[in-house]
């Protein structure tokens, strides 16, 4: 009962911190930093997924303040979040997109780049543009662009908003590490995802 109580007032106030803002932000976005706590995603000694993502969603949000958008995040901790949340967040807000941030993992120390995910039954030209625009946005500082895929992962498939998966670099890979971990990309990065935030038409 007690859960459900706490279920009921934490909806309640992102109900209405959602409508407060929706009067004055131009665009709502809700950013997904991929993994977090024991679920630590792809790891090596200078990168750990979940708290990689949770620092360039935070960074977004925090540049996101000046630009009149409103980014939400699923997670502002590193704690575990599990789907069920993430995406009962997501479908209640109904943001105008959803980015979920990822670092890649290969057993070929050799394969780099980055890479963006929609959903493997979409049609949709905008969704498809907007994919393809992220995946060229990304690829900067030595990182590859691998293109614009399809895939049926969860977040992409039940969110029902568009939503887009960012595999931001690989951390099996030493050349991509580099360009990663390196504090001017993260800055760069959060600043080129928002300026595009900020420019994209959403009609
Ligand atoms: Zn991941």
Redesign the pocket.
């Known amino acids: 009962m007690k859960r459900i109580i706490y279920l009921l007032g934490f909806m309640t106030t992102s109900f209405l911190t959602t409508n407060l803002n929706a009067q004055t932000a131009s665009k709502t976005i809700v950013i997904d930093a ?2 977090g706590g024991s679920d630590v ?2 790891k090596n000694n200078a990168i750990v ?1 979940s708290q990689f ?1 949770l620092e360039i969603a935070k960074k977004i949000q925090q540049l996101a303040k000046e630009k009149n958008i409103e980014v939400i995040l699923t997670r502002d901790e590193d704690k575990i979040v599990d789907f069920e949340n993430r995406l009962s967040k997501i479908n209640s807000i109904k943001p105008d997109l959803v980015i979920s941030l ?3 993992n290969s057993q070929n120390r050799t394969t780099n780049g980055s890479e963006v995910f929609i959903y493997k039954n979409n049609t949709d030209e905008k969704t498809a543009q907007i994919g393809s625009d992220l995946a060229e946005l990304i690829s900067f500082n030595s990182i590859e662009n691998r293109g614009l895929k399809k895939q049926n992962f969860r977040i992409l498939r039940d969110s029902q908003v568009p939503a887009f998966l960012l ?1 931001l670099g690989f951390a099996s890979n030493d050349k991509d590490i580099e360009v990663l971990k390196a504090a001017d990309y993260q800055k760069q990065l959060a600043e080129k995802i928002v300026n595009y935030l900020e420019n994209y038409k959403t009609i």
């Open positions: 991929g993994h995603g792809s997924e993502t990822h670092v890649n595999e």
